[in-house]
């Protein structure tokens, strides 16, 4: 028996509509063109059985053009019934059709949250087709391929208001993302009301003062952030305003680490005895939860609230960078280590989330938390939230345990999506809107049964360089609908121009909306390429590419600059700039890239170790791209490795004389960043038998503040090799201490 949701009734009109490419996002996952054509009304006559809360919902998002009445006969939407599938599980509730014809539109679903995703579809081809007034007869099919598709707001570094997560869980709404994780707790803020510790916020939603500008800056801004928080029931009022969107919200308590602001309000949960204050820079500090008894006791009164407010099937609760430097000076926790035969400190973390898991489950639900809770054993019931990369999610996956992939290279939204010198200061990294729509959340590493355990994609927005819900809305937009289409299962890294080409349309929505949506797409974007032994600039814009214009003196660029065709080769140092032009009228920001142009530029290269994912940008070719990496942006042009020595052998392709090598390595201790701790040059002739030429220490490289050139003598040789020694694991006293470091390199040269 089928479902009719809703009924667009018409006098009959055909008319042959030839197959085209419909601007929806996320694309359905089946279109079929049909003859004939929908004449849309002006006023929409509603019946009076249709689903409230849904209906009420499309009114309002198109009420300001289209009048609305209710009836019993001749409506335009009728002939609503629902079927109960009890045992259907969340995909099958969100399967969908929507019939076109002539005469009417249907909606056919399993539940009022396929209804609702219906409605999305449809207001965005009234959207579409209003200004003709006719939508082409059609059929759509469509339903997700995963059951979790989420979005992430970090309140806690910078808050945003009842209203702007309002406007958020909208922004999900619209292009089908089911998820909203709301990251209530950390170092830097408590936000959540919690009755039965009124300290929580009243001293740990506030802060002394707040870090601005780049963290290596480590400047701050001399003025008090706070009391922010939400009541609990301003929280009940977003939880309903999310259910009535069929979105749902899952919190997050940070444990065991990312607990200072808690810590601040009650110093008595820590191994030492503070005092405590919340964080007022970024990152990640040695004082976590203490896992004694009373610990215990306070996290499950918090959850016990916690619980009552958010109907979630998963609470989340973090597990990520928890520093074990406290738990190895802290007696109980030896003691406990020793007591439950317990491998180490990361066996203690195992101990800590299978506890509170035990608790949780008691609850009637489940726990999810970053990929570090798989440190010792996972919980047995636990999902994962993969973030540092892949694996976690596959580890967990084989196990046969629930993972949700947000990886950072892909999907951290705090990461910059355009070239850096013409974006807002952001957290570093280079995740582009292609590059977010190219991701398939499915690890290759699993087979068919493994993959059953993915469930689903989720990107993250934390807010350190996020001051205010404009720049929200910067940073997710346009990025949330290559999200959006990855998710839904629809997403085509292959046809990513006409991909763009709906972005650009959906734009217009946006601007009605009044959304300040990054326009990075409308920039020139540069790549360098190998180049007949050397590197050429490839440029690049969404645009018509004989609009592009550059110069290669360091000026503006003008309509009268040469007009862009092919890769501009660079066999110098020097500086292209490069802008839009349409008619005649500048349309884009100027980009600008310098080149230094040594003997290792655009030669080929190996290295021994590949860099993190998350910061990979361009693999080896990056070190000898002839860009020197901007130290305040590690963005495109740094590759990161942690734990990792660098090590890079350089073919000259024949041998040539040079005296002195270079390269660059940075220190950002709070980012977990340190210099490297030696590093040596070797040369050979054959690319095998290499011979040390030069060595240098910690000392030197700190004297020189990362910034490196060595004189190597008079040197002629086919091949160079340089290894960089990472600082290794870090020490105690430094934030993510007994963690390992990370090792950023940039541009390896020769002269």
Same mark, same amino acid.
């Given at each position: 028996?089928?479902r009719?949701?809703?009924?667009?009734?018409i006098?009959f009109? #055909?008319?042959f509509?030839?197959?085209t490419?419909?601007?929806?996002?996320?694309y359905?996952?089946?279109v079929?063109?049909l003859k004939?054509?929908f004449?849309?009304?002006?006023?929409f006559?509603?019946?009076e059985k249709l689903?409230?809360?849904?209906?009420?919902?499309?009114? *309002?998002?198109?009420g300001?053009?289209?009048?609305?009445?209710y009836?019993k $006969?001749?409506?335009?939407?009728?002939?609503?019934?629902?079927?109960?599938?009890p045992?259907?599980?969340?995909?099958?509730?969100?399967?969908?059709s &929507?019939d076109?014809?002539?005469?009417r539109?249907?909606?056919?679903?399993?539940?009022?949250?396929?209804?609702?995703?219906?409605?999305q579809t449809?207001?965005q081809?009234?959207?579409?087709y $209003?200004?003709t007034g006719?939508?082409?007869?059609m /059929?759509?099919?469509?339903?997700p391929?995963?059951?979790w598709?989420?979005?992430h707001?970090?309140?806690?570094r !910078?808050?945003?208001? @009842?209203?702007?997560v309002k406007q958020y869980?909208d922004?999900?709404?619209?292009?089908?993302?089911?998820t909203?994780?709301?990251?209530?707790?950390?170092?830097q803020?408590?936000?959540?009301e919690?009755k039965?510790?009124?300290?929580?916020?009243?001293?740990g939603s506030?802060r002394k003062?707040s870090?601005i500008g780049a963290y290596?800056?480590?400047?701050?801004?001399?003025?008090?952030?706070g009391?922010?928080?939400?009541?609990?029931?301003q &929280?009940k009022d @977003?939880?309903?305003?999310?259910?009535?969107? %069929?979105?749902i919200?899952?919190?997050?308590?940070?444990?065991?680490g %990312?607990?200072l602001a #808690?810590?601040s309000a009650?110093?008595?949960l820590?191994?030492?005895?503070?005092?405590f204050e919340?964080?007022?820079?970024?990152?990640?500090?040695d004082?976590?939860?203490?896992?004694?008894?009373?610990t215990?006791?306070f996290l499950?009164?918090?959850?016990?609230?916690v619980?009552?407010?958010f109907?979630?099937?998963?609470?989340?609760i973090?597990?990520d960078?928890?520093?074990k430097?406290?738990?190895?000076e802290?007696?109980?926790?030896?003691e406990l280590? *020793?007591?439950n035969?317990l491998?180490d400190? %990361?066996?203690?973390?195992?101990?800590?989330?299978?506890?509170?898991?035990?608790?949780? /489950?008691s609850?009637?639900?489940?726990?999810i938390g970053w990929?570090?809770?798989?440190?010792?054993g996972?919980a047995?019931?636990a999902?994962?939230?993969?973030?540092?990369?892949?694996?976690?999610?596959?580890? #967990?996956a084989?196990? +046969? !345990?629930f993972?949700v992939?947000?990886?950072?290279?892909y999907?951290?939204f705090? %990461?910059?999506? +355009?070239?850096?010198?013409t974006?807002?200061?952001?957290?570093?990294?280079?995740?582009?809107?292609?590059?977010v729509?190219?991701?398939?959340?499915?690890?290759?590493?699993?087979?068919?049964d493994?993959?059953?355990?993915i469930?689903?994609?989720q990107a993250?927005?934390?807010?350190?360089?996020?001051?205010?819900?404009?720049?929200?809305?910067?940073m997710?937009?346009?990025?949330l609908?290559?999200?959006s289409?990855?998710?839904?299962g629809?997403?085509?890294?292959?046809n990513y121009k006409?991909?763009?080409?709906? @972005?650009?349309n959906e734009?217009?929505t946006?601007d $009605?909306m009044?959304?300040?949506?990054?326009?990075?797409i409308?920039n020139?974007s540069g790549k360098?390429?190998?180049h007949?032994d050397g590197?050429?600039?490839?440029?690049?814009?969404?645009?018509?590419?004989?609009?592009i214009?550059?110069?290669?003196?360091g000026?503006d660029?003008?309509v009268n600059?040469p007009s862009?065709?092919?890769p501009?080769?660079?066999?110098?140092s020097l500086?292209? $700039?490069s802008?839009?032009?349409?008619?005649?009228?500048l349309?884009?920001a100027?980009?600008?890239?310098?080149?230094?142009?040594?003997?290792t530029?655009?030669?080929? &290269? =190996?290295?021994?170790?590949?860099?993190?994912?998350?910061?990979?940008?361009?693999g080896?070719?990056?070190?000898i791209?002839?860009?020197i990496?901007?130290?305040r942006q590690?963005?495109?042009?740094?590759?990161?490795?942690?734990g990792k020595?660098v090590?890079a052998?350089?073919?000259?392709?024949? *041998?040539i004389?040079f005296?002195?090598?270079?390269?660059?390595?940075l220190?950002?201790?709070?980012?977990w960043? !340190?210099f490297a701790?030696s590093?040596q040059?070797? @040369?050979?002739?054959?690319g095998t038998?290499f011979?040390?030429?030069k060595?240098?220490?910690?000392?030197?490289?700190?004297?020189?503040?990362?910034?490196?050139?060595?004189?190597?003598g008079?040197?002629?040789?086919?091949?160079? *090799?340089?290894?960089?020694?990472?600082?290794?694991? =870090?020490?105690?006293?430094?934030?993510?201490?007994?963690?390992k470091a990370?090792?950023?390199?940039?541009?390896? +040269? #020769?002269?």
């Amino acid at each position: 028996m089928q479902r009719f949701l809703l009924i667009f009734s018409i006098f009959f009109s #055909a008319f042959f509509c030839s197959q085209t490419r419909l601007n929806l996002i996320p694309y359905p996952q089946k279109v079929e063109f049909l003859k004939g054509e929908f004449i849309i009304p002006q006023n929409f006559k509603l019946d009076e059985k249709l689903p409230k809360n849904e209906t009420e919902y499309f009114k *309002k998002r198109i009420g300001k053009t289209f009048k609305f009445s209710y009836g019993k $006969k001749d409506t335009h939407i009728v002939n609503t019934l629902l079927l109960s599938q009890p045992g259907a599980d969340q995909q099958k509730k969100e399967k969908y059709s &929507i019939d076109i014809s002539s005469k009417r539109i249907e909606i056919r679903s399993n539940s009022d949250r396929g209804y609702f995703l219906a409605l999305q579809t449809l207001i965005q081809l009234i959207e579409q087709y $209003k200004i003709t007034g006719k939508i082409p007869a059609m /059929n759509i099919e469509d339903e997700p391929k995963f059951a979790w598709r989420g979005m992430h707001l970090d309140v806690c570094r !910078h808050f945003f208001t @009842v209203d702007e997560v309002k406007q958020y869980i909208d922004y999900l709404a619209m292009y089908k993302l089911n998820t909203f994780h709301w990251h209530l707790t950390d170092d830097q803020g408590w936000r959540i009301e919690i009755k039965k510790y009124p300290k929580l916020t009243q001293i740990g939603s506030k802060r002394k003062e707040s870090m601005i500008g780049a963290y290596v800056d480590n400047t701050f801004d001399g003025k008090s952030y706070g009391p922010y928080f939400y009541t609990q029931e301003q &929280i009940k009022d @977003v939880v309903k305003y999310a259910t009535e969107r %069929h979105v749902i919200i899952v919190p997050e308590i940070e444990m065991p680490g %990312h607990a200072l602001a #808690a810590l601040s309000a009650y110093p008595q949960l820590a191994c030492t005895k503070g005092p405590f204050e919340p964080a007022t820079k970024w990152g990640v500090f040695d004082d976590v939860f203490c896992p004694k008894d009373e610990t215990f006791q306070f996290l499950e009164n918090v959850l016990d609230e916690v619980i009552a407010l958010f109907p979630s099937k998963y609470i989340h609760i973090g597990g990520d960078e928890c520093p074990k430097t406290r738990w190895k000076e802290c007696l109980h926790c030896q003691e406990l280590i *020793k007591k439950n035969n317990l491998k180490d400190e %990361h066996g203690l973390q195992s101990y800590f989330i299978h506890r509170i898991e035990k608790y949780v /489950n008691s609850k009637g639900r489940k726990i999810i938390g970053w990929d570090e809770i798989l440190e010792g054993g996972l919980a047995p019931n636990a999902a994962v939230m993969s973030w540092t990369g892949i694996k976690g999610g596959v580890e #967990a996956a084989k196990s +046969g !345990h629930f993972a949700v992939m947000t990886p950072g290279s892909y999907c951290y939204f705090d %990461h910059y999506q +355009g070239d850096p010198a013409t974006e807002p200061n952001a957290f570093g990294g280079f995740t582009p809107l292609d590059k977010v729509y190219s991701y398939n959340p499915v690890p290759e590493e699993l087979n068919a049964d493994e993959a059953k355990y993915i469930l689903g994609v989720q990107a993250n927005l934390w807010t350190e360089y996020i001051l205010d819900f404009k720049q929200v809305q910067y940073m997710i937009f346009p990025r949330l609908f290559a999200l959006s289409e990855v998710g839904w299962g629809t997403s085509d890294p292959k046809n990513y121009k006409e991909f763009e080409g709906r @972005v650009i349309n959906e734009f217009k929505t946006l601007d $009605k909306m009044g959304v300040n949506y990054a326009k990075s797409i409308y920039n020139i974007s540069g790549k360098v390429i190998s180049h007949n032994d050397g590197v050429a600039y490839e440029l690049s814009t969404s645009q018509d590419l004989n609009g592009i214009r550059y110069t290669l003196d360091g000026t503006d660029p003008t309509v009268n600059s040469p007009s862009y065709q092919n890769p501009v080769p660079v066999s110098k140092s020097l500086t292209i $700039k490069s802008a839009y032009f349409e008619n005649g009228e500048l349309k884009s920001a100027i980009s600008l890239q310098t080149f230094t142009i040594s003997k290792t530029t655009g030669k080929k &290269i =190996i290295l021994e170790e590949q860099p993190s994912e998350n910061y990979s940008f361009g693999g080896a070719f990056t070190l000898i791209d002839g860009i020197i990496g901007n130290p305040r942006q590690l963005g495109k042009t740094w590759l990161g490795f942690q734990g990792k020595d660098v090590v890079a052998t350089i073919d000259f392709g024949q *041998k040539i004389s040079f005296s002195e090598v270079y390269f660059n390595t940075l220190d950002n201790k709070g980012s977990w960043i !340190h210099f490297a701790k030696s590093a040596q040059v070797f @040369v050979s002739d054959n690319g095998t038998d290499f011979k040390m030429i030069k060595e240098i220490g910690k000392g030197e490289i700190l004297s020189a503040k990362g910034k490196i050139r060595l004189n190597v003598g008079n040197q002629n040789s086919k091949y160079v *090799k340089i290894k960089i020694e990472n600082a290794g694991i =870090i020490p105690a006293g430094n934030p993510g201490a007994d963690s390992k470091a990370w090792l950023f390199v940039d541009e390896i +040269g #020769a002269n």
